[in-house]
């Protein structure tokens, strides 16, 4: 098997839509280049850039990686980290803080997340896209 769920082939077509409706948010808001803090005059200026950087379906399935768990038969592996949380904790985080900004490059998990949402926080992460601190940048992490 090659740990790729046919739900996520099939909701393809509708994360495209989903992010072009956010796009057409963005372009009514004050997301963008203009919105980044200036640079110094004659200084070297440095911009750390938080993002996401989850294979969907490298070493474990999209749904071990998504909900946090281990591969069966390799003790060597530790990581339990579940995509879902960490997208639960970079909202609360954006919305606690406003000069926070994050980029989630995974769609396919982000779509997933979005789904499971209550009305309220999709409101809220709507608005943390609209004022530029919650951006997207593909279907995966180029290495």
Request: aromatic letters at 12%.
């Amino acid at each position: 098997s090659s740990g790729i769920n046919a739900e996520y082939i099939i909701f393809l077509p509708q994360t495209l839509i989903f992010l072009l409706s956010l796009l057409v948010h963005l372009a009514h808001s004050q997301c963008g280049y203009s919105s980044c803090t200036q640079g110094v005059e004659d200084m070297l200026n440095v911009h750390i850039v938080a993002h996401s950087h989850d294979d969907v379906g490298w070493l474990k399935t999209v749904d071990q990686y998504y909900q946090g768990s281990n591969r069966r038969g390799w003790s060597w592996e530790t990581q339990r980290a579940g995509v879902q949380y960490t997208i639960d904790t970079v909202i609360q985080e954006l919305a606690m803080d406003p000069e926070k900004k994050f980029i989630q490059v995974e769609t396919a998990f982000f779509w997933r997340w979005w789904r499971q949402q209550v009305e309220e926080t999709q409101k809220m992460v709507k608005q943390l896209v609209g004022q530029g601190q919650l951006q997207f940048a593909g279907e995966v992490v180029h290495e």
